[in-house]
């Protein structure tokens, strides 16, 4: 077997031809537009993901303001209900205020009339007892009680500032003795003792006031010397009043 060496090189030659002709005239072109198309898948896929990342921060965006409004929502309820509560309680405490205020008004309002109706009642049996006092003291009214009131008097008399007896004797419309009854024949003796007790210089008129019960009483308009059992029950009327 013989090697055609002329034949094998013509074969080499035509191979290199063959790749100088692909590598100039088909690879360099095919490589070109497969560059190009990486380039632009390139292009394609960072624009992709620029997209993409643009809509993944717009997606964080709205999640973080979908929280914020759920925040705040929340924050809103939660200061409404406390706002509420708060509302609550102070309506609450203002009514339960005014329901004791209410209460410890009725309680002094039912004190008070309480108070008041037991001091009308004492007034009322002080009264009757002044009135039933006074129709017993009307029978004891005789020559020997008026005698002994008229003692009262005159020591009443004696007891009475100089001055003040000059200003009462020296009154222009005189003095009045006034008795619950009529004096009658003791008139006179009457007479006689107070002229003695106020030094004889007395303008003296007699007159009756049956609310006295008993009694002598000297009246000037502007003088009263009380001795009587009116006078008397007044007084403890007065101190028993005071004392309820």
């Known amino acids: 077997m013989t090697i055609d060496f002329w034949g094998l090189g013509l074969q080499a030659v035509n191979v ?11 690879w360099r072109p095919v490589a070109a537009a497969i560059a190009k198309r990486q380039d632009t898948a ?3 896929i960072d624009a992709s993901k620029a997209t993409q990342a643009k809509a993944d921060r717009a997606l964080e965006e709205a999640t ?25 309680k102070a309506t609450l405490t203002e009514a339960r205020v005014k329901a004791d205020a209410m209460l410890a008004t009725a309680k002094t309002t039912i004190v008070q009339d309480r108070d008041a109706a037991q001091k009308a009642n004492e007034a009322q049996a002080a009264d009757l007892a002044m009135k039933i006092a006074a129709k017993l003291l009307e029978r004891l009214n005789c020559n020997a009680t008026q005698s002994a009131f008229l003692s009262q008097l005159t020591e009443a008399i004696a007891k009475i500032p100089p001055a003040d007896l000059t200003a009462v004797l020296d009154d222009p419309k005189g003095i009045e003795i006034v008795t619950a009854t009529a004096l009658g024949a003791e008139q006179s003796n009457t007479n006689k003792v107070v002229q003695t007790a106020l030094g004889g210089k007395a303008d003296l008129k007699f007159s009756t006031d049956p609310d006295l019960i008993g009694g002598l009483e000297l009246r000037s308009p502007h003088f009263v010397l ?13 101190a028993v009043r005071d004392a309820t």
């Open 64 to 88: 973080q303001a979908r929280a914020g409004i759920a925040a705040e929502r929340s924050a809103t309820l939660d200061a409404a209900q406390k706002e509420a509560a708060t509302a609550t």
């Open 16 to 26: 290199l031809i063959l790749m100088w002709l692909l590598s100039h005239v088909f």
């Open 42 to 44: 390139t292009s394609l």
């Open 226 to 238: 009380h001795n009587s059992w009116q006078a008397d029950l007044k007084q403890i009327q007065k």
